[in-house]
């Protein structure tokens, strides 16, 4: 029990959830939203029908992050999820029973969204609302909203106002793609050395998930594989990028100040139309090329934490979808 946490460091026994699109109200070629936004690539595009679907493994050929972001762009209510991406073995195991759940912050926990929706404040919208975005119009976002959403940022709170975070912020589109295209090249090796192990590279693999246990997750490598066929892969064509630098020295745990910081970018940036898209990817990415933190005086006790792209969304995600229940335990 004690080693369960390294018991395995490559493919899991993994569960999938139920994918279902209806062919009576889909509008199909005249849409395609929830195909070109689908982070992972799982959906797929049938020319012979003019309708999407999806194949593999219970229908989700092993790439489906559960993000219900196909549910949230399709316009006509089409596409249904039932069930959850589970991992039934191996290191790290879903233990959660899943269910799903629209939001319900009020007492009648079976009134339909819609019902409540009203009664609901600025700021709750803004939080049942927000959707990652994963397809950005070309139209460059002011430098005056960036630095109002990074404001949004700067007042977050964290442990003993300590604001262990600083941010760089790049407009610059040539930039952005360059980052996306060597971030990519360091991601698809380590992948590559997961997904596709002859003997040598298992071992390796397994090394490497004893010292470098979030680095080796599974669960990121399979959308990983799907998201290097895209040319957009990481940042998804935004036209601004936001890093989020944490000074490791923070109070307490800098990492949980950088990240309320970031979510307060995040939902500002939701209030004023914006549309943006976490990348871990990348910050991952930026810890193996020293050469590009140099570029953007990067060094220690500076690390890149989260990076957010920012643009207007091509379209309207605005949508709140299921989530997984939270078991709550009450102490009365
Ligand atoms: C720290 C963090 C890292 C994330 N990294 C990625 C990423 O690399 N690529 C991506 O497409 N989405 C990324 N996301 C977005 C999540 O996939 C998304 O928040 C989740 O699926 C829920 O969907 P929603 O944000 O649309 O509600 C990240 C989110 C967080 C909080």
């Known amino acids: 029990m004690m080693f369960e946490k390294f018991r395995k460091a490559y493919a899991p026994d993994t569960h999938w959830p139920q994918w279902y699109n209806d062919r009576e109200t889909c509008i199909g070629d005249k849409c395609r939203f929830c195909f070109e936004t689908c982070p992972t690539g799982t959906i797929k595009w049938?020319?012979?029908?003019?309708?999407?679907?999806?194949?593999?493994v219970g229908g989700f050929d092993k790439a489906c992050i559960n993000c219900y972001n196909c549910?949230?762009?399709?316009?006509?209510?089409?596409?249904?999820?039932?069930?959850?991406?589970?991992?039934?073995?191996?290191?790290?195991?879903?233990?959660k029973e899943s269910?799903?759940?629209?939001?319900?912050?009020?007492?009648?926990?079976?009134?339909?969204?819609?019902?409540?929706?009203?009664?609901?404040?600025?700021?709750?919208?803004?939080?049942?609302?927000?959707?990652?975005?994963?397809?950005?119009?070309?139209?460059?976002?002011?430098?005056?909203?960036?630095?109002?959403?990074?404001?949004?940022?700067?007042?977050?709170p964290t442990a003993g106002n300590n604001m262990p975070f600083t941010f760089v912020a790049i407009t610059d589109t040539a930039l952005i793609r360059e980052i996306e295209v060597?971030?990519?090249?360091?991601?698809?090796?380590?992948?590559?050395?997961?997904?596709?192990?002859n003997f040598i590279k298992k071992i390796l693999a397994t090394l490497m998930s004893y010292f470098m246990i979030r680095q080796m997750d599974q669960r990121p490598f399979?959308?990983?594989?799907?998201?290097?066929?895209?040319?957009?892969?990481?940042?998804?064509?935004?036209p601004a990028l936001i890093l989020i630098l944490m000074d490791k020295r923070g109070i307490s745990d800098p990492n949980l100040d950088a990240g309320i910081c970031a979510q307060n970018i995040v939902l500002a940036a939701h209030a004023l139309g914006l549309g943006t898209c976490y990348n871990g990817y990348a910050a991952t990415a930026f810890g193996y090329l020293p050469g590009l933190r140099k570029r953007f005086g990067i060094a220690y006790p500076w690390k890149?934490?989260?990076?957010?792209?920012?643009?207007?969304?091509?379209?309207?995600?605005?949508?709140?979808?299921?989530?997984?229940?939270?078991?709550?335990?009450?102490?009365k």
Do not use: Q
Not at 222 to 238: E, M, S, V
């Open 46 to 56: 049938s020319s012979k029908t003019g309708m999407p679907y999806v194949s593999g």
């Open 71 to 95: 549910i949230a762009v399709c316009p006509t209510h089409s596409i249904s999820m039932s069930g959850g991406y589970k991992v039934l073995g191996g290191r790290y195991k879903t233990v």
């Open 99 to 156: 269910i799903l759940r629209l939001p319900m912050p009020f007492t009648d926990r079976n009134a339909p969204y819609s019902e409540i929706e009203k009664d609901l404040t600025e700021v709750e919208r803004v939080i049942y609302r927000r959707r990652s975005n994963r397809i950005f119009k070309d139209t460059a976002v002011s430098e005056a909203l960036l630095h109002r959403i990074m404001e949004a940022g700067r007042y977050a």
């Open 182 to 197: 060597r971030s990519m090249k360091v991601l698809r090796w380590l992948k590559n050395l997961y997904l596709n192990p």
């Open 222 to 238: 399979f959308p990983l594989d799907k998201a290097d066929r895209r040319n957009d892969n990481l940042f998804y064509g935004a």
């Open 304 to 331: 890149v934490v989260t990076t957010i792209a920012v643009g207007y969304a091509k379209v309207k995600t605005d949508h709140a979808v299921p989530r997984e229940d939270v078991p709550v335990r009450w102490f």
